[in-house]
């Protein structure tokens, strides 16, 4: 039974077709890791029909930590929990392009900015804009950006200076959001997501597995992904940070989140489904299976506040399973066209 669904829904996704809402819910249900690999060998051929053998290899700087005044659960970044993280104010765009560079040199293909912010201030921008004209200008990395809320205005500076994508996660289904923040509401970020579609902005988004949500909540996430259209989905996995409220959370098992990444191509064809934050700590030995099963990037180098594994072991693995490092925007600098 189980090997009979999994064929037709593999076989009718990898012909153009989409998943059903009630599909992906009995493939939720699989526990047999016989079946597991079988939707994940599906998955893997619906991968390499729409995005072909590249792996997108992006690295984070987390350019001003800590104080933010929004309440994530799962964040130990947010002035609303006592954690003992590094907090600093915004970075100058010099130290964010040395990041750059670091980036560029262990082998990632995109950068992004990060603020732990509720939204971009108009005193932070002119900064931001520089420090992404900067990575532009002087390396070969394609600049994205993730500052919470954003203007239209604001929007368009940072798109005039280069900034090739935004990412503005979901982080959790609609129905368990409330659980998770209270500063700010799940359609706050889907309006986001709209408007970024509006000013012509490709969109990264995805979640956290692990913040208490059901199975049936992991597919409200991605079908809600796939209906927003979004282009890149990061899939990160709850690594418990001390001090926050969801300090004893309890991570998917290994191969829950293979399933889940599986289901997410299935439902996301099109999209970068990028492996990230807490992959090591949840998934441990089992990463090249996530790769092989559906997703096509990684996160590489370290994450916010956690450090990640060394990205030579990253660069390896993709090279192990067969994959390309996706060159993003990769050109020569002298070569890339800048709006004036
Ligand atoms: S997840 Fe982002 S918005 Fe939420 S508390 Fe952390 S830094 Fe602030």
Redesign the pocket.
Known sequence: MSSTLIRSVGEHVLRGGTITREEASTLMTLTDPADILELGSWAARVRAKYTGTSCQLCALVNAKAGE?A???GY?S??SHHQTDIAKYPLMDPLAILERAHQAEQFGAKRFCIVT???GLSDRDLPTIAEAVRRVREQTSLAPECSL?FVTDEQLAALKEAGMTRYNHNLETCESNFPNI?TTHTYQDRVNTLKQLKRQGMERCAGGILGLGETPEGRLDLAFALAELGVECVPVNVINPRPGTPLEQAAPPAPLEVIKTVAIFRLILPWAVIELAGGREANVRDLQSLALLCGANGLIIGSYLTTIGRQPAEDLQLVQDLGFTPDPGEARPAAMMPLAK
Do not use: D, L, M, W
């Open positions: 933010c929004e309440n994530c964040c970044q947010s732990a912010t509720r919470g923040c």
